[in-house]
């Protein structure tokens, strides 16, 4: 089967396997990990922040920077089709106890305008807001870059404000490779980061949350309370050094390969794109086909290709190093056939 579900999908590298094989571990609870330390020493200097904690997912960093940021009854600021808004299972509040103060953007990028107003006054009637976050790249626009320059001025607010901003990259470096700077160009307009070292950098598991030590410190009190206190994690922290030191330059590689799959679907009769794709996220509009959602993924998967949904009339192809470019052609002439 080929694949194009998630860039989550991929397999550990021979590299990765070796690395895995081969780690010092020790118990990361006691901080006593050296491979778990080595790790979060690198992150924080590449993404330029004083520190950084090892967790087990994407959804466990953003959430430990929102526990660790608000207090409930608090209210933080969202995106209206953000991750954290759309896929975390309302965890914000469930875990932290805070509300969403939600504001539409145009392909991830929020308004400062927007977010301004969206900033509560002191009043003894409204929550106080304590927390915005950013999401780069965005999943839901395909994998679209949010600038820099929108960063920026939403950080200057923020900062004038006294409100700490964070950054749900989970695919950051992929903004990062497709747009030719560096990692450190887009931290700099943020408090905290997550990072995903398991979509396109190939590891089985694992995040990173790098921000100040304090609110690192706070975050791993909090990733201990909901059971992510891990031991001898050092063998997973062996394959995330792989990630960062690897695989980010290569993410170019899943770029073109999107694109080459875009303009293949731009000349199908019956397809249309949703987005010009920006990275490795490609959504597809099928409605003309007058096929469901399910029974065109039930047609492309007998024909060995995997996809998933993405709303009414839509899907979603992703690109991973586990998908060659003869694989890409391959998808190419099923979806010519299929339709």
Known sequence: MIDLRSDTLTQPTKKMREAIFEATVGDDVYGEDPTINRLEELAAEMLGKEAALFVTSGTQGNQLAVLSYCSPGDEIIVESESH???????????????QPRVVRGI????????????IRSQDIHFPDTSLICLENTHNRSGG????????????????????????????????VVASNKKVKDYTQFCDSV?????????????????????????????????????????FLAASGIVSLTEMVERLSEDHEKARRLADAIEDISGLTLVNQPETNIVIVNIEQTYKTNDEFLDLLKKEGILAVSFGEGQIRLTTHYDVSSNDIEQAIQVLKRII
């Open 144 to 175: 679209s870059i949010v600038s820099l320059n929108n960063m920026e001025a939403i950080y200057q607010l923020a900062q004038t404000s006294s409100i700490p901003v964070h950054i749900d990259g989970a695919r950051l470096f992929n903004a």
């Open 107 to 118: 392909k991830g990028e929020m308004n400062p305008i927007d977010v301004r107003n969206a």
């Open 84 to 98: 954290i808004f759309f896929y975390e299972g309302g965890a914000i509040s469930a875990l932290a106890g805070v």
């Open 194 to 234: 997550q990072i995903c070292l398991s979509k396109g950098l190939g590891s089985p598991v694992g995040s990173i949350l790098a921000g100040k030590k304090e609110v690192i410190q706070k975050a791993r009190k909090w990733r201990k309370r909901l059971g992510g206190g891990m031991r001898q994690a050092g």
